[in-house]
């Protein structure tokens, strides 16, 4: 029997992730390890200047579940090498309720946790769900996630690359591989002032769709009622540009 | 007068940072938002249940300096939608101490700030000095940065693409630009007792270049005594796998 590694950035108690695990607890071997609370925009986020702590939360049949106070990517840490004994077969991370296409992809706490896998050497998904509704319906993502898990296990993914799926809300027409949208939000501050007349700032804002017009996009097949599927890896180079800044190598003496 | 928005992850009070924004504060309008406080591995966590607060810590001619009880890329946002007037021409991220290199960079909250500053179409730069020691000497790190600045204040960057700079610990021979090397950190959990006898965890580790015959990295750069500069994006797709997961294309029908 497979073993899959479960985590999320919205917690354990999230209707997303346990819907997810009672999906597919009978077919596989299940570790969760989530956050004790949400965790989200967490992205990459490790924890070094506090102790980290986690409890068996749950345990039935081929089901273990533990929390832990950390972020995402510290539950993968902690689980890959401190909690289990083999590296499993899968990492996944979600049903997160939230977008994570485009540029958001940088700051989820639940593709931390599946680049974190990546890292790790890992067949890794992050699965996300694009409505922020804590009761939306999670039954068609949860057939899709599902049917994903199956194929990945199956065919593998190529070394260093993860999956950010995301999914519409409602009906899902099927599943397109497409690249992240360029992308970035417009922020406001809600300014506030607290009882002892200190100022304090909600982070809110707006996000735009920088390539509207695309249609081999994340926030394409997502408008088009498909879920997306965008390869990612942790290799943020941008190759065209370093003979481009060439100009910037330079001697000791010339400084 | 050209403006610069400084921030780092070791905080307001590191030494890093203020040797920076000694050296450059009277060629520059220079603007500093940084964490009230130590936020190493931060990535690019934004901080969306609690509210931010920050505070006028200096102002000396064209200095003012700010501390923000946030994260770097937090910084970075209240800096640029609550606290600025007109946009900087420049952000820069640093000097951090400790290494940033290969892997690194997507846990390091000095490159999460300058990442967010990229995403925000700003020319932004983060530095690292290669060296964990809070007292290391930071003369030449400084040198080169400043002169980096210069240049690139002076010519620009590709629209979308930020730079990660590590410094080697000594005398730099020059800079080199480079890709990013294929790395991870094998982990360890310091396991310990607290005094209710409650077990708890310590994150440590050792870092591994997977490509340590490979010469033109970050990571050789620096073992060869030369600056690195990675041109990063972020855009995580990886492309070439967008048509070998192909089969992961599907109908609803096919589920």
Redesign the interface.
Known sequence: MRTILVTNDDGITARGINALVDAIKDSYRVVVVAPDG?R??????????T????WKQYTNGNLVMYRCNG?P??CV??G???IMDTKPDLLVSGINHGTNTS?N???SGTM?AA?EGC??GLPSIGLSLCSYDQNADLTEAV??SK??IE?VLN?G??Q??C??VNFPVG??????????S?G?WR???V??DDPAH??????TGDFNNLEPDATDTDEYAISQGYGS??????????????N?????????K??
């Not at 989200?40 to 200047?49: D, E, G």
């Not at 599927?229 to 370093?242: A, E, G, K, R």
């Open positions: 949400p989200s925009a967490q992205s990459k986020a490790i924890t070094v200047t102790p980290l702590r986690y972020t990517c510290d840490k902690i890959l090498y401190s540029v992809v940088i700051y931390g680049l890292v790790e057939k899709f049917k994903l194929m065919d993914l190529p260093g690359v999956l950010n009906a899902i027409k099927g599943l397109k591989v497409v690249r992240q360029r970035r922020e406001r501050f300014e506030r200190n100022k304090y700032y909600w982070l599927i965008v390869p990612c890896h942790v290799d943020l180079t941008h190759y065209d540009s370093i481009k800044l060439s100009n910037l190598n330079c001697d000791a010339e400084i």
